[in-house]
């Protein structure tokens, strides 16, 4: 029987595929005890099962290349760490030992025990940390059952899931899924940032997918729309080829957009820069016209090793993004670890309790002036190869950006003496994600070369709501009376100092938002080179005078409804 739920579109496609359900994180599993004698034999079994658990996410991670095993890669590395917590592992070798259970009991045991313990934490991102905990022992269990990965993915399947953890998604494509389906979820979470990079249609928010969708259900998915029909009938059918046809016009028509510039209907041209952190990434923003580099993640040198990176690696590492990019400028960030990306080298803390306030970004550099000296002078020996920014995150203060400027500054006099060919001009940028630093931006705006917003974080710090927290999903969204009138001040700041400011965060990429962000006066967008054409046509057809005319009503909007509805009627996506 034909019927349609609604949830919320994060990564755009359409899918037809058979559903396969795969219900929430609960073992489902009868309390069973053994005989003393075979308790050593079910030791070794559990033991065994979480030793084929890390062979199997070591595998995972070989396959991995590119940008992927970047992004993907610290995921891993958790779940890697949960595997050794020995939290979890003496309880469980306790549990057999002393209560004599069954393997698959006492693992159910102590994952109950220790969300108990996630659950009584004031901390919603700690909260948050549960799902990684219910992934890494649901492999365990599959282990120790002989369902090793999981149910195998079928070419046509469309997976439906209370959740999807980022490391699984690459895994998920290669087996064969076509299209993911959630009942919670945030359409800013990791998890849907990656889906987008993976081009895999992913619907999140489907509250009623799981008592609603039976295994093997036909199904068809729109990961713009939301929309999830089930046991769709001829109509539906007919509409969907329909709709793949014209997706893949749109395809076609986006890649003439390749060599055409990124103009407004009357005129204006505006920037549009991608954020990098693979060689990949960089070859495919010169491929699609890119005016630079708005955003190289550094932080990526750092993660899923033992070592930190020398001045060596680094320098070559940047020195090829530089050449990679043709003359065109490249803004490098310079460290951003902390909070939700931890570092295998213990430069990272592992024990704050709460990191996403705690010692990151710039605060965790300046913290470690040896390493932040390492870092600026490989990137100053590569501003020798073509046009360098230097961007620094999580600022909160005047006091930092001097601090900063005093150091970078150091650096190139020096390399300067040792005959080293570095820019005369090396233009440093703050990156503002502190609501403290936006609102306070004119008390350091004047030693700044450039701003870059990073609203991914600005949204859940103004917020206070944590982007991964699927129960703060629909209060987590950049369409937010009192986000739009704080990016329009900081803009509005940029412009009396005359200096540049770009957009970075996940917003910047959504080509349903460009007439907002054009309206709040944004001439410059940094974003995934996998949107960067779907950006250039939104701004192709939009009129900036008439996008500005209606700022004012724009910033008058009391709700979320009511930006909805004026992006509704100003959207060429909508006309």
């Known amino acids: 029987m034909r019927l349609q739920l609604s949830g919320h579109g994060a990564s755009r496609g359409s899918a037809l595929g058979r559903a396969r359900v795969r219900l929430p994180h609960a073992l489902e599993v009868v309390e069973k005890r053994i005989p003393a004698n075979l308790v050593e034999k079910e030791l070794r079994r559990l033991h065994d099962a979480v030793d084929s658990t890390r062979g199997e996410m070591q595998v995972l991670r070989e396959r991995l290349h590119g940008a992927l095993a970047k992004e993907v890669g610290e995921f891993l590395d958790l779940h890697a760490l949960l595997l050794d917590d020995p939290e979890l592992l003496h309880g469980l070798d306790e549990l057999i030992r002393a209560g004599r259970y069954t393997a698959d009991y006492a693992l159910r045991l102590q994952r109950d025990r220790l969300a108990a313990v996630f659950d009584g934490m004031d901390d919603a991102y700690l909260k948050s940390r549960m799902d990684d905990l219910d992934h890494v022992i649901g492999r365990i269990h599959a282990h120790l059952n002989k369902r090793i990965g999981g149910p195998k993915g079928v070419a046509g399947d469309i997976l439906v899931s209370d959740n999807v953890a980022p490391s699984e998604l690459a895994q998920l494509q290669a087996q064969g899924v076509v299209a993911i389906v959630t009942s919670a979820g945030s359409t800013l979470s990791h998890s849907a940032i990656l889906a987008r990079s993976l081009h895999m249609p992913l619907v999140v928010g489907a509250a009623r997918a799981l008592q609603k969708i039976n295994d093997g259900d036909v199904l068809i998915v729109d990961g713009a729309s939301g929309s999830v029909v089930i046991e769709p009938g001829p109509e539906d059918l007919l509409a969907y080829r329909q709709r793949r046809r014209e997706l893949a016009k749109e395809q076609r028509e986006l890649g003439r957009l390749r060599s055409k510039p990124t103009r407004t209907m009357d005129g204006v041209d505006i920037v549009l820069l991608a954020n990098a952190e693979s060689g990949e990434d960089v070859a495919q923003a010169h491929s699609l016209g890119a005016s630079g580099l708005g955003l190289y993640r550094t932080e990526f040198l750092f993660l899923q090793r033992n070592e930190l990176p020398d001045e060596e690696e680094q320098f070559r590492t940047y020195r090829d993004v530089v050449l990679g990019m043709s003359g065109r400028p490249v803004t490098i960030r310079t460290l951003d670890l902390g909070a939700d ?108 070369d450039f701003l870059s917003v990073g609203t991914n974080d600005l949204v859940q710090y103004l917020l206070a709501a944590d982007r991964n927290n699927d129960a703060l999903g629909e209060l987590y969204s950049p369409l937010n009376p009192g986000v739009l009138r704080l990016l329009k001040h900081i803009i509005n700041v940029a412009g009396e100092y005359d200096i540049p400011v770009a957009v970075c965060g996940e917003i910047a990429g959504d080509a349903a938002l460009a007439p907002l962000l054009l309206a709040l006066g944004l001439t410059e967008f940094s974003l995934h080179p996998a949107t960067l054409l779907e950006v250039r046509k939104a701004v192709r057809g939009s009129d900036l005078s008439a996008l500005k005319a209606r700022t004012g009503k724009l910033l008058q909007a009391r709700d979320r409804t009511g930006i909805e509805n004026w992006l509704k009627s100003a959207s060429p996506l909508h006309g």
């Open 341 to 448: 990306k931890a570092d295998r080298t213990g430069l990272v803390l592992g024990n704050e309790d709460n990191p996403a306030l705690g010692l990151r970004g710039v605060r965790l550099s300046l913290a470690n002036g040896e390493l932040f000296d390492t870092q600026l002078r490989a990137i100053v020996r590569a501003s020798g190869y073509g046009p360098v920014r230097v961007l620094v995150p999580m600022v909160s203060t005047r006091e930092e950006m001097l601090a900063v400027r005093k150091r970078l500054k150091r650096v190139a006099e020096k390399l300067r003496r040792q005959g080293a060919a570095v820019a005369d001009r090396i233009p440093l940028g703050a990156m503002i994600e502190v609501p403290a630093a936006a609102l306070a931006l004119h008390s350091f705006v004047d030693i700044v």
